[in-house]
Nanobody
């Protein structure tokens, strides 16, 4: 079982940037797909960005495409989410997750390990 810990959330003005980090410990080996999700109050958890190691691909929700960038540093077992041009509607708790699959997927049910989340608040 892998243990995931997110950090980097906070309060930022619209148009600003934040970089989220997700550090993995435990069983970190393997090529399982990694992803970022977010959940606003009273709403369901939604896919934000994914990274498929086997296909060397990065993919994004339409709402964040061109503004967010997912990346990883394998030497640090850390996944990142660079968020630029932030909007108030990006306000949510952000979670990183590891899938039990190696292909590109955006369904929360395909992810088995989750971090505790980090709050991102964008003021207008």
């Amino acid at each position: 079982q892998v243990h995931l810990v997110e950090s980097g959330g906070g309060l930022v003005q619209a148009g600003g940037s934040l970089r989220l980090s997700c550090t993995a410990s435990g069983r970190t080996s393997g090529d399982y797909t990694m992803g970022w999700f977010r959940q606003a109050p009273g709403k369901e958890r939604k896919f934000v960005a994914g990274l498929s190691r086997t296909r060397n691909s990065r993919y994004y929700a339409q709402s964040v495409k061109g503004r967010f960038t997912i990346s990883e540093d394998n030497t640090k077992n850390t996944l990142y989410l660079q968020m630029d041009s932030l909007k108030p509607e990006d306000t949510a708790v952000y979670y990183c997750a590891q899938s039990f699959l190696v292909l590109s997927t955006s369904s929360p049910s395909d992810f088995r390990s989750w971090g505790q989340g980090t709050q991102v608040t964008v003021s207008s």
